[in-house]
């Protein structure tokens, strides 16, 4: 046979099934691990580090069975939202690309923008909060070196704000990556260096253990006397509502879905990916909490490595110090590309013919590489969004009270409350069907816990303004 053009030949063009996936968008190549990988990243913040002080505040008895308790909780509503990623059929339906969608096509009406709100806010506070948390880490490494050249003499007092400019400039870099599937070896990275500093602080937390010869802590936690009255309920919210935020990650779960290949069907593989980042995560938790909870007992601080627990020795500090703050770097991006990627589509959809907003020109970084896809407006607002969060965080150092806050207003709907209601409705449960009445049970408590963490925040916020300083960040 001649063959008269090479529309002709067997090998071009590519069958377009192997170039898109069912929606038309490029073929998507993520696993379960690259999806676990995300997970961590997000979920294993730098918080872990203030689980020991979580745990003094209930005790021997309320720690650990509020971790576990509460990993079911982010496990079980976890695998109601991954059965929203597809609209009916859960391998043909129409694809839910972020968490609004999935409201949109099961809920509906003004639950929508109330979701949108909610989550968005909720993203923008984390950012702020990874930007605080990068510095505080960054001021240990500075203190320790302080201390040694001192001799442990020294007030050593630092400023924060360098350190949180520092962190946004290198932001500023990272969200110029286009969007979450091209994220996957930053989330890797994040993922290893949070097991990193978590078995650095666990080890620590042992030999402390040994040290001291006993095992610290009360069946109740910190006692009346160490404390007021007032002081104990107010912390015990406080470190219920720690505990219930430190497994959210449902804001970013359908996004992270997006970006899974198939066959075998995202649901399959999502929740596979959940139940292996909730376990290794719930694992670490209960390591890390009880282990800092067991080498300091009432007096544990709220952050092991950053905040005085230990002392020595320097250099492995100064190690768990720094890859806490290549975490952050992960994760920070990990939490904020659904906000980028709902800011572009909605700038794409209202100004389409804008070569401004749409236009992308390809420029070679590295010989032998994809070449680097620069959209100007993409450019321009990420770094203001990046700018935005850095100056916030110089201006109220506080604000992780502030992010508690938001966690507690966020946690129930996001995390209970609309995966719930999006079951229900997908799946047409019976009203009042013994399954029914014990999705609500589960909602209905889940929002008594965000309700009490909110009001341990505010009291949290009062008392911090009354020591109020801008852009005072020593530490």
Not at 135 to 152: N, V, Y
Not at 160 to 170: E, T
Not at 462 to 473: M, R
Request: glycine fraction near 8%; include cysteine.
């Amino acid at each position: 046979m001649v063959v008269k053009n090479v529309q002709d030949l067997d090998v071009l063009p590519r069958n377009s099934s192997d170039l898109f996936d069912d929606d038309g968008r490029p073929k998507r190549t993520g696993t379960v691990w690259t999806a676990s990988a995300h997970i961590i990243t997000a979920v294993i913040g730098s918080g872990v580090l203030s689980l020991a002080w979580a745990v003094a505040q209930i005790g021997w008895v309320g720690g650990p069975i509020t971790m576990l308790l509460f990993s079911f909780v982010t496990y079980y509503t976890a695998t109601l939202l991954c059965s929203c990623y597809r609209s009916g059929d859960s391998v043909t339906g129409k694809r839910n690309y972020t968490y609004m969608d999935a409201i949109h096509a099961n809920l509906g009406g003004f639950k929508v923008k109330i979701c949108g709100v909610v989550q968005y806010l909720n993203l923008f506070g984390t950012a702020i909060g990874y930007t605080i948390a990068s510095a505080i880490s960054l001021i240990a490494i500075q203190r320790t070196s302080c201390q040694q050249s001192s001799g442990g003499k020294g007030s050593c007092h630092v400023n924060g704000n360098p350190y949180m400019i520092a962190f946004g400039l290198v932001q500023i870099v990272f969200s110029q990556i286009p969007d979450f599937d091209q994220l996957w070896w930053l989330s890797i990275v994040a993922a290893v260096m949070s097991f990193g500093y978590s078995t650095i602080g666990l080890g620590l937390g042992v030999s402390k253990v040994v040290e001291n010869k006993e095992i610290k802590g009360t069946l109740t936690g910190v006692s009346i006397g160490l404390v007021t009255p007032a002081q104990k309920v107010w912390r015990t919210f406080q470190s219920l509502g720690n505990i219930a935020f430190a497994y959210s990650y449902s804001m970013i779960l359908i996004e992270i879905q997006d970006t899974v290949k198939s066959p075998p069907a995202e649901v399959d593989t999502m929740k596979k990916a959940t139940l292996i980042s909730v376990a290794v995560t719930t694992l670490f938790y209960m390591f890390c909490g009880c282990i800092g909870y067991a080498a300091f007992g009432d007096s544990a601080p709220g952050n092991l490595l950053a905040a005085g627990g230990f002392m020595n020795p320097f250099w492995l500090l100064d190690i768990a110090n720094l890859a806490i703050v290549i975490h952050l770097v992960g994760a920070y991006q990990v939490y904020c590309q659904p906000l980028f990627a709902f800011v572009e589509k909605e700038a794409t959809k209202r100004y389409p013919e804008s070569e401004f907003i749409t236009k992308e020109t390809d420029i070679q970084l590295f010989p032998g590489f994809k070449p680097f896809k620069l959209n100007l407006f993409r450019l321009v607002w990420r770094t203001i969004f990046v700018i935005t969060t850095t100056l916030i965080s110089m201006l109220m150092p506080f604000f992780n009270d502030v992010l508690g806050l938001l966690g507690a207003i966020g946690f129930w709907p996001l995390t209970v409350y609309f995966p719930v209601e999006m079951y229900i409705s997908q799946k047409n449960v019976p009203s009042w069907s013994t399954k029914w009445v014990c999705l609500q049970v589960l909602s209905l408590a889940c929002l008594v816990v965000s309700i009490a963490a909110a009001a341990g925040s505010v009291v949290g916020i009062v008392t911090d303004l009354k020591t109020y300083k801008p852009f005072h960040t020593e530490f």
